[in-house]
Every structure is written in structure tokens, then in C-alpha cells.
């Protein structure tokens, strides 16, 4: 692959800068002066036009291709919230304004952005508050688990524990233990959370368990109200990973089941473009009892009608993020649930639980399917039998990036041996679903009659197969320029 | 692949244990099940555990894992190859690719034989 310096060719000219008008030297200090010119590369407008375009091929993108790729619900991302998200209006405000001495009235229509969302948010969830500070989805658990640790701590209650599944997004624990708890990791039962293993896992010293519904196999957790009342009985507290809300969007209410905080990835289930590209946003809401906690700054509306931001909350946590959190992401977010409305959302869980159920049953004659029941919005294969005869998940997933599908989430989650994580997504047709299970089935078929074939994919990728091992042992931070 | 003169863990640990010092590793069920490894964090010389405690971590191309201690005692050795070549418990693991020592304070409980850890992987398998 050729960089835009290859093709430079001495003399070529694309555009004439033009000349300064005062002399650089009678205005930049010396210091600052370069003493040799830049090295440009010296090209024509259309060698431009064609290596950005060259380029832009190579690129995999949800907007060309099927994308089933678990646990990261790379849907379609729709145009029109990009259109809500390039008014003028929004983006030529300064985020410093609300908190100017009356220049509130300035940025009423983004405040109202935010208030709006925010109880739009809290009608999906059942939760009685929620902030859209947090940028990420990993933020918002450590935003979430801060605010589990000043509700004990405001209590005096002295807890060090938080409980976390095996079948639970691997951030949990992670957030958990960097707001400084003792994670417990708890094995699953038949691929769910059981009362009778959380049992012998519970005692007075959990602040919190962290769970992830639907978790990382694609199921729901059915024992739900027994877990809740167990936690409760402690004080400890039921935190919802919410990663997965597209899954039980207007069949179940966070709040309702007793959840007391919940993070949502709004780049996921609000379809906003994320993964190597845009940025994120994962709202957290809570219960009743922990509104106190919340992060500050806070949208209010007057009785006046008017909207401003609070800071007068004693016992908050206090700040997460600069100014308000993407509000860009929080603004197509907000764009996309009006859109969708009620009827809407409820159907995006529907699609996106048939496509998967759907491409469950089409494939499971043809690879294991550990935990075959009926799933939610993503599912999980496994390539033991396959990998048996030499062929592993990591094969089976480049052979479909030769095919033109991106591969699905592989080697997670870890409880099951050479995973094969697959997530449609609510967005797909039923002939995008065929064509990939089709070809799916296909490069099975060859992992009897051709092997190799198979193992050396991809062939028809910008590059070949990496040596993932290589590139993780001998890592190379630092590039010459 | 699993030698009669040592002990097992369930979390994939081999001991083996000598004038009451135990040489740690993982086994090669393990090593196969995580891939090629390309981080193995060790505990500190000095540190003192109890069995079954987290003492160290594995990272491969897979995953990322944990390493317990399968007996209570103090650590004396580590394996300092291991920083530069992880791959030595993929290429080895019951040989150069030991982890650490670890000074006995008690004796072995709830490890494995050879046999019984066979029937137990056997069973993981499946």
C-alpha cells in the first residue's frame, strides 16, 4: 500500500498557496521559523481524489457491509440525526454559556435537549433520575459504581464487595474495582445467574452486584425478582449493565424489576455511529434513593417554563466530565427515540431478537450452540467440534471477512470454548441474514473437504492475516517521522 | 501431557513441591486453552499468600487470566524469563516456563493428582 509520499512526484503542483502578505519572519518569532522547507508530498488534485478514494475503500464500515459483530450492536446508524446534529443552532453554541450570568436564555433549545432526554430516558427505564455525563459506556459504569459507593458511604454502612457474574460485560469488574471495591466473580448456572450460587456469594459486606441483562450469551436472566429481594434484604444494590437495552427495549422496565442504577451506551441502542469512529455516551440512571448522588451540573425547568443547570446538590459525587458529557451524541439520541417513538422502540427489540433467534436456529445443525434456547438479541456458537479438526473460531471469522460479512465477536464471552459471538442486529433483511448464514455454511462445509483453505483466509482483504501474537509481544510504539 | 509427580489445581496451577519450597506454573490444558501468551504478570518476591489467593495474571491473544496460588506460603523466586518471553509457557510449561516459588507455610490441601486432574479436564472438554 502506497502512502500520498510515494506518489510524489518533484514538481507536481494540486494547488498554489498563496503568498503571505507580510513576510512571516515579521511576525513569527525566530525561534518558531523552520530553517528547512516542509517535506510535502507534490501531487496533482486528482492523485489526491484517487489514494483518499483508494483509501476509503478499504475501509470496513457498517454502511457497506453486514456487521454481526457480538456484544457491539453495530446497527444502522439512520442520516436524519445527523441532520438534528449539524443545526446551526446546536453547534455554533458555546458549552460555557448556561453557566454565564443570564446567558441561560441563549441556549434554552439545548438545555430543553438535555431535560427532555433525560425524562424520555428515565419513561424507557423506570428510573427515577438519570445524568448524561458520562462518554462511554465503561464511564458510566465507574459513574454508577461511585455513586453505589456514596450511598453506603452516606449511610455508614461499610461494604467492600461487589458481586459480578462470569456472564457479565468484562467492564464491570473492571469498574468496579477502579472505584475501589473487591470484586467477587460469580460462575453462572446453566448460563444464568442463579439464587442458589449467589447465596453462598452474599453477605453483608456486598455493596453491590453488577449484572448485565441480557448477559453475554444472549440470555435473560429469569431469576430476577428472587436475586432483587435477595440484595435488598442486605442493603446492597442491583446495578443493570445496560449495553444490551436494545434487546428489551419496551418489554421490561429497568426500574420496574428493581434495578437501582442502570447505564445506557446511547452510540448503541440509540444508534449513533461508535466503534474505531464515533464518539460515545453512556447516561446513567438511578433509583429514588440515590437522585442525591447524581453528578453535578443537573437540567432544571422553572416554573417559568425556563430550563438551567443546578449545582446545588450537596451530596453529589460531584463532576464526570467536561461540561455536560457528547451532548452531539445525546442530541441524535434524542432525535432518534422521537422518530422511533413508543411503537417503534418496542419494535426494535422484536427485530432484533427475531434476527438472532432466527440465525440461531438456522445454524445450530452446524455448529455447537452451548445454551440452545430461545435468546435475545445476540447469541453464542461455539467451534469446538471444528476446531477438533484443526479448523478454530479465529479461522471460521476470517474466512467471512473473504465472504464480505465482518466477523463476529470471537473468544468471547469466556465461558464458552472457541466462541463465536453473533449479533444481527434489528436493521438487517432476511436476505442480508440468508447471504450470511449461506456463506457461513459454506466455509463450514470446507473445514472438512478443504482445510487449508480456510485457516489461510482472509486472501481478499487490503491485508492478509496478522500475527496477532507478534503485534501484542513485540509492540512497537514509537514510528519515525 | 500431565506428569505423574505433581499437583494440580482446578484453576489449571501445577505444584510441585520439594523440601517444602513449591514450584508454581500453569498446565498445558491451560496454556492450549488460552493461546498464545503475550503478558505474564508475576507477584513480588517476599509477598506472602493463601492458597486459592490471586498472586499473578496471564494475558494472550484470547484472553486475560488470572493465576492462583495452590499453596499458602511466602514467595521466594520468580521466573524472571518470563518478561521477555511469555512463550516459554506455551513452548514449556511444565519445564521453563515456571512462574514462581513459593515457600510453603502450610500443607497442600484440595490439589489434585495426576489422575484425578485428567478425569477433571476430560471432563471440562465436554
Redesign the interface.
Known amino acids: 500500500m502506497s502512502t500520498i509520499f510515494d506518489q510524489s512526484t518533484p514538481g507536481r503542483l494540486g494547488c498554489v498557496p498563496p503568498e503571505p502578505a507580510k513576510a512571516p519572519a515579521s511576525y513569527i518569532p525566530s525561534e518558531f521559523l523552520r530553517e528547512t522547507p516542509a517535506e510535502m508530498p507534490e501531487v496533482s488534485e486528482l492523485d489526491v481524489v484517487r489514494h483518499f478514494t483508494r483509501l476509503s475503500r478499504q475501509n470496513f464500515s457498517v454502511d457497506s457491509n453486514f456487521y454481526p459483530l457480538g456484544s457491539c450492536t453495530m446497527k444502522y446508524n439512520p442520516r436524519f440525526t445527523e441532520q438534528a446534529a449539524a443545526m446551526e443552532g446546536f453547534t455554533s453554541l458555546h458549552p460555557v454559556l448556561p453557566q454565564l450570568r443570564g446567558a441561560g436564555r441563549l441556549c434554552q433549545g439545548a438545555l430543553e435537549v438535555m431535560y427532555n432526554l433525560e425524562q424520555l430516558l428515565c419513561e424507557i427505564t423506570g428510573m427515577a433520575g438519570f445524568t448524561l455525563h458520562p462518554m462511554a459506556g465503561a464511564h458510566g459504569e465507574l459513574t454508577g459504581a461511585m455513586l453505589i459507593a456514596a450511598y453506603h458511604k452516606d449511610k455508614g454502612n461499610k461494604k467492600t464487595k461487589v458481586l459480578c457474574p462470569d456472564s457479565a460485560h468484562g467492564t464491570n469488574p473492571a469498574s468496579a474495582t477502579i472505584a475501589g471495591f473487591e470484586v467477587v466473580n460469580l460462575p453462572s448456572r446453566d448460563g444464568i445467574v442463579d439464587p442458589e450460587v449467589l447465596e453462598a456469594a452474599l453477605d453483608d459486606d456486598v455493596a453491590a452486584m453488577m449484572m448485565t441483562v441480557p448477559n453475554t450469551l444472549g440470555l435473560f436472566e429469569t431469576h430476577l425478582p428472587r436475586i432483587t429481594a435477595m440484595l435488598h434484604e442486605r442493603d446492597a444494590l442491583l446495578y443493570y449493565d445496560g449495553a444490551n437495552l436494545n434487546a428489551i427495549l419496551g418489554k421490561m422496565r429497568v426500574g420496574d424489576a428493581g434495578f437501582d442504577v442502570v447505564h445506557l451506551n446511547l452510540h448503541k441502542t440509540f444508534a449513533t455511529p461508535h466503534g474505531m469512529g464515533g464518539p460515545g455516551s453512556g447516561p446513567v440512571g438511578v433509583s429514588e434513593r440515590l437522585l442525591d448522588y447524581l453528578p453535578i451540573s443537573r437540567v432544571v425547568q422553572l416554573k417559568d417554563g425556563q430550563f438551567y443547570l443546578d449545582y446545588d446538590y450537596p451530596k453529589s459525587i460531584g463532576y464526570v466530565a467536561p461540561f455536560y458529557g457528547n451532548f452531539g451524541v445525546a442530541l441524535k439520541a434524542y432525535a432518534y427515540i422521537l422518530r422511533l417513538g413508543r411503537e417503534g422502540l418496542t419494535r426494535v427489540s422484536e427485530h432484533a431478537v427475531l434476527a438472532a433467534n432466527y440465525l440461531r436456529k438456522r445454524l445450530e445443525n452446524h455448529l455447537e450452540i452451548p445454551y440452545n434456547r430461545t435468546c435475545l438479541h445476540e447469541f453464542v456458537a461455539s467451534a469446538v467440534r471444528q476446531a477438533e479438526k484443526g479448523v478454530r473460531a479465529l479461522d471460521i471469522a476470517k474466512a467471512l471477512l473473504d465472504k464480505g460479512h465482518y466477523a463476529p465477536t470471537i473468544?468471547?464471552p469466556?465461558i464458552v470454548?472457541e466462541a463465536i459471538m453473533v449479533e444481527p442486529t434489528e436493521t438487517e433483511s432476511l436476505a442480508t441474514l440468508d447471504a450470511f448464514v449461506d456463506d457461513l455454511l459454506e466455509i463450514l462445509a470446507r473445514v472438512d473437504s478443504d482445510p487449508d483453505s480456510v485457516t489461510a483466509a482472509p486472501v481478499t482483504t487490503p491485508v492478509g492475516r496478522l500475527d496477532?501474537?507478534r503485534a501484542?509481544?513485540a509492540m512497537e510504539l514509537t514510528c519515525d517521522l | 501431557m500431565i506428569p505423574e509427580n505433581l499437583l494440580y489445581s482446578a484453576s489449571h496451577e501445577w505444584l510441585s513441591l520439594e523440601d517444602g519450597v513449591g514450584t508454581v506454573g500453569i498446565t498445558h490444558f491451560a496454556q492450549e486453552?488460552l493461546g498464545?501468551l503475550?503478558?505474564v504478570e508475576l507477584p513480588e518476591i517476599g509477598r506472602t499468600v493463601e492458597a486459592g489467593e490471586e498472586i499473578g495474571a496471564l494475558?494472550s491473544?484470547?484472553?486475560a487470566?488470572e493465576i492462583y496460588a495452590p499453596i499458602a506460603g511466602e514467595v521466594v523466586e520468580v521466573n524472571p524469563e518470563l518478561e521477555n518471553a511469555?512463550?516459554l509457557v506455551n513452548e514449556d510449561p511444565y519445564g521453563k516456563g515456571w512462574m514462581f516459588k513459593i515457600k510453603a507455610s502450610a500443607e497442600p490441601e484440595e490439589l489434585m493428582d495426576a489422575a484425578a486432574y485428567a478425569e477433571r479436564i476430560a471432563e471440562e472438554a465436554h
Open positions: 473468544y468471547f469466556l470454548k496477532e501474537t501484542a509481544r | 486453552q498464545d503475550t503478558f494475558e491473544v484470547k484472553a487470566s511469555p512463550e
